[in-house]
T-cell receptor
Framework: GDSVTQMEGPVTLSEEAFLTINCTYT??????LFWYVQYPGEGLQLLLKATKADDKGSNKGFEATYRKETTSFHLEKGSVQVSDSAVYFCALSDLGATDSWGKLQFGAGTQVVVTP | SAVISQKPSRDICQRGTSLTIQCQVDSQVTMMFWYRQQPGQSLTLIATANQGSEATYESGFVIDKFPISRPNLTFSTLTVSNMSPEDSSIYLC???????????FGPGTRLLVL
């Protein structure tokens, strides 16, 4: 079945450092890929998405490129801020799978802590 | 996108009781889902809420424990029945807007069972 694997946290960074969170996936169909962010005490917010190979999603300085050849969707940000401290979830939705259309498969989540 | 509200936002309940969580969306949506997020964990799909018919449950979740209703395109409820401390979690509803594929999440209901 479909699955998402992302790097374990917590990831602790200093402000203005470069952030990468690795995410790889397995899917039988043609998945769309997502990054969601969960700030402390809040629900999930969509950060960015990509629906086909070589698409790049971007938002709030974060970027991720859908790499079909490496089945990856790594999240990057060039200069993090304290306000980026949150848990980041990689997820996929496999619209080509008839028994799981629309369902999201989540990775375990990666906690990011940015210190001043 | 969609604006999603959940009630209650949090609750503390006694074991053996039941709690019904409401999810309201500001626009018609094609699909509604209910997820559970146990402390420090990722999200696990409980079920797909189907309009006017029985929900579709994922492996490990049953209707007697988590009855779900969806009377129309913008509203759903999840009941957590006969609660135990192991049910302490965040429960989130999510929706897929008409003609879209992106899921949007409600703010969650934080449940603590004593």
């Amino acid at each position: 079945g479909d699955s998402v694997t992302q790097m374990e946290g917590p990831v602790t960074l200093s402000e203005e450092a470069f952030l990468t969170i690795n995410c790889t996936y397995t899917a039988t169909g043609y998945p769309s890929l997502f990054w969601y962010v969960q700030y402390p005490g809040e629900g999930l917010q969509l950060l960015l998405k990509a629906t086909k190979a070589d698409d790049k999603g971007s938002n709030k300085g974060f970027e991720a490129t859908y790499r079909k050849e490496t089945t990856s969707f790594h999240l990057e940000k060039g200069s993090v801020q304290v306000s980026d401290s949150a848990v980041y979830f990689c997820a996929l939705s496999d619209l080509g799978a008839t028994d799981s259309w629309g369902k999201l498969q989540f990775g375990a989540g990666t906690q990011v802590v940015v210190t001043p | 996108s969609a604006v999603i509200s959940q009630k209650p936002s949090r609750d503390i309940c006694q074991r053996g009781t039941s709690l019904t969580i409401q999810c309201q969306v500001d626009s018609q949506v094609t699909m509604m889902f209910w997820y559970r997020q146990q402390p420090g964990q990722s999200l696990t799909l409980i079920a797909t809420a189907n309009q006017g018919s029985e929900a579709t449950y994922e492996s490990g979740f049953v209707i007697d424990k988590f009855p779900i209703s969806r009377p129309n395109l913008t509203f759903s409820t999840l009941t957590v029945s006969n609660m135990s401390p192991e049910d302490s979690s965040i429960y989130l509803c999510s929706v897929v807007v008409l003609a879209g594929e992106t899921q949007y999440f409600g703010p969650g209901t934080r449940l603590l069972v004593l």
